[in-house]
């Protein structure tokens, strides 16, 4: 039986439980290797709770961007169709105007002829705006944005396993991957919401481009006619050398 009080028995044995531990640090003891990890952990807690707050911003500072860009294409918008129904207004007025020309042919060609002939109708209004269906999606989207500013779309769940939860459970660093998690739930929201309104402004754009066409079309047709009619006018008061204009094309009621 081994002697207890044997010095040279007792040095070949552990003195405590963590003398058979390996460890890791330059020292060598275990006291040094607890605080490295702590430091470790606390670091990787501190770079991760940073991280999700620049995202955080980032995701809300995106967000108020695409809500000015919504903010600015409705109302590019009602400037687009305050001038396609002043088109459509002064094609109205052409119309007018060439019933009038019309008319005064009919009497320096003949008085008789013009006195028993039926007055020609006038010209139904025009009312070639279509109803925008984009517009009402991104006025929904603005109003879903304003009225649930921080409505999650999913719960992320916790970033930490429920092992590693309950061993800093109590602890600072609890606190912080609470934070970490609301930041990620935070995020979830965000991008839901920017993906919502990203598909809104594309089709908005994409409308709005469909009245930039029509636009263009229809001042592209009212220039031809004014320019007609004035032709007509200067031949009608005997003007000499009056060129006919180059393009009748939305005169005669040609498609361009």
């Known amino acids: 039986?081994?002697?207890?009080?044997?010095?040279?028995?007792?040095?070949?044995?552990?003195?405590?439980?963590?003398?058979?531990?390996?460890?890791?640090?330059?020292?060598?003891?275990?006291?040094?290797?607890?605080?490295?990890?702590?430091?470790?952990?606390?670091?990787?807690?501190?770079?991760?709770l940073g991280s999700t707050q620049r995202s955080k911003q980032h995701l809300e500072s995106s967000e108020q961007?695409?809500?000015?860009?919504?903010?600015?294409?409705?109302?590019?918008?009602?400037?687009l169709e305050r001038t396609e129904k002043n088109l459509d207004d002064i094609h109205r007025t052409t119309q007018m105007t060439q019933?009038?020309?019309?008319?005064?042919?009919?009497?320096?060609?003949?008085?008789?002829?013009?006195?028993?002939?039926?007055?020609?109708?006038d010209p139904p209004a025009e009312t070639n705006i279509p109803i925008s269906q984009s517009d009402n999606k991104l006025n929904k989207t603005l109003d879903s944005i304003s009225e649930n500013p921080a409505l999650s779309s999913s719960n992320s769940g916790p970033t930490l396993s429920e092992k590693s939860r309950t061993a800093i459970k109590g602890?600072?660093?609890?606190?912080?991957?609470?934070?970490?998690?609301?930041?990620?739930?935070?995020?979830?929201?965000?991008?839901?919401?920017?993906?919502?309104?990203?598909?809104?402004?594309?089709?908005?754009?994409?409308?709005?481009?469909?009245?930039?066409?029509?636009?263009?079309?229809?001042?592209d047709r009212n220039d031809t006619v004014v320019r007609h009619q004035d032709h007509q006018m200067k031949k009608l008061l005997g003007y000499k050398g009056a060129a006919p204009p180059e393009d009748t094309a939305a005169f005669s009621g040609k498609k361009k």
């Open 65 to 79: 961007l695409g809500i000015k860009t919504a903010q600015d294409l409705l109302a590019q918008r009602e400037q």
């Open 99 to 121: 019933r009038s020309l019309n008319s005064l042919k009919s009497v320096f060609g003949g008085f008789f002829k013009n006195k028993f002939s039926r007055a020609p109708k």
């Open 171 to 219: 602890t600072r660093w609890e606190a912080m991957d609470n934070e970490i998690d609301e930041n990620l739930d935070a995020m979830s929201s965000q991008l839901a919401r920017l993906k919502n309104l990203g598909s809104a402004l594309g089709s908005e754009v994409e409308d709005q481009n469909s009245m930039l066409d029509r636009i263009q079309t229809k001042a």
């Open 1 to 48: 039986m081994a002697n207890p009080f044997d010095e040279n028995d007792r040095s070949n044995k552990p003195r405590n439980g963590f003398d058979n531990v390996k460890s890791y640090s330059s020292n060598g003891t275990i006291e040094d290797d607890v605080d490295y990890y702590e430091k470790e952990i606390e670091r990787y807690m501190q770079e991760s």
